[in-house]
């Protein structure tokens, strides 16, 4: 009878050691799962790589866990980079994002279409287009124009742990496996006075940068402020620029009085400023404010911004591939 209630405690004891194994088995494997999405999630790299992560720090360092993620993602881009170096970038995004009287234009290309859509070469795209708004510029004050400054892509840092735009961009090569250059970032700069408005066609952007293949930028000044608003009028001009490929600011054309005597139309967002006067419009005009304009072409742009109480300081225009140098400002 002792015998065998010895034997019932023994299997019962291995039993109970038996399910805490698989409790504590269950626990581990969990948290191994938790701690690769967390990795994941901060990091953006393979769940291959993240486990390798794990197993070298184990689950009580996922701080140094990352810090080796990104430190191999850059030596394992650096390698990539020099393999794929040689590799024409044909395809690409230009991006722009405007505060105050500054504005910043980058062209970043790829090799593929396929990765120019891609989520995560937009991200690179809106990350290194946010550090040349935010990089300084020598000291002085603009009077009339813009000044446009070709950012120093070696000193350029990110808001991603201040890390160099150039590493960032290494980066992404190693993790989209296709060779990446800067072929632009430029910071413009406007008298203090001026307000700079942004556009890019086709919208293919972030909620906070605008990318497509082509860019525009406008300077506005408004000296008496109607209903219409101000960014309205900036976000049609720029559309102007775009579709209508100005080239250079120019001056007004003259208006020529005519005898006959005109009854003012009926007030409207576009022509509520006729008054009897016309100009004549050259339909191949790439003068800013002698061209038709877009959106009602009886109009010059200059006649249509004026009515709105504005001026047009200056422009800028870009496309995709219309690089400034030969060379990547990488290099």
């Known amino acids: 009878m002792i015998a065998s209630r010895q034997v019932i405690r023994s299997v019962l004891r291995k039993s109970s ?13 969990g948290s191994t799962k938790e701690a690769l999405k967390e990795l994941r999630r901060k990091t953006g790299y393979s769940y291959v790589n993240c486990r390798k992560a794990l197993n070298e720090f184990g689950l009580d360092n996922l701080d140094e866990a990352i810090k080796w993620l990104k430190k191999r993602a850059i030596e394992e881009g650096w390698e990539k980079a020099a393999k794929l170096g040689d590799r024409p970038t044909r395809q690409g995004i230009v991006s722009v994002i405007t505060k105050g009287n500054k504005a910043a234009v980058v062209e ?3 090799e593929t279409d396929f990765v120019s859509r891609n989520e995560d070469f937009k991200r690179l795209v809106e990350d ?3 550090a040349v708004l935010r990089a300084t510029h020598r000291d002085g004050t603009i009077t009339h124009g813009f000044e446009l400054l070709n950012s120093n892509i070696n000193s350029l840092k990110t808001s991603e742990n201040g890390m160099l735009v150039k590493d960032l961009i290494t980066k992404a090569i190693g993790r989209l496996g ?9 910071l413009i700069l406007a008298p203090p006075d001026v307000q700079l408005f942004g556009y890019a066609h086709p919208k293919e952007g972030t909620d906070r940068v605008c990318m497509g293949r082509y860019v525009s930028v406008v300077g506005l000044k408004r000296s008496n402020k109607t209903n219409f608003p101000t960014e309205k009028l900036g976000f049609q001009l720029c559309q102007h620029v775009v579709g209508m490929r100005s080239l250079t600011l120019g001056t007004p054309l003259p208006v020529k009085k005519i005898s006959i005597k005109n009854e003012v139309p009926q ?19 790439t003068q800013l404010l002698r061209q038709s304009f877009m959106l009602n072409p009886s109009q010059t742009v200059h006649e249509y911004v004026t009515g709105h109480g504005a001026s047009i300081v200056d422009f800028y225009r ?3 591939s219309n690089n400034v140098n030969e060379e990547s400002v990488q290099s």
Request: charged share 25%; aromatic share 4%.
């Open 17 to 29: 050691n038996r399910l805490c194994s698989a409790n504590v088995v269950a626990l581990t494997s």
């Open 178 to 186: 296709e060779n990446i250059t800067l072929s632009r970032a430029q």
């Open 318 to 320: 870009t496309e995709l």
């Open 108 to 110: 970043l290309n790829c």
């Open 267 to 285: 007030d409207d967002e576009i022509n509520a400023f006729y008054n009897g006067e016309v100009t004549h419009i050259d339909e191949n005009e």
């Open 128 to 130: 290194v287009t946010k």
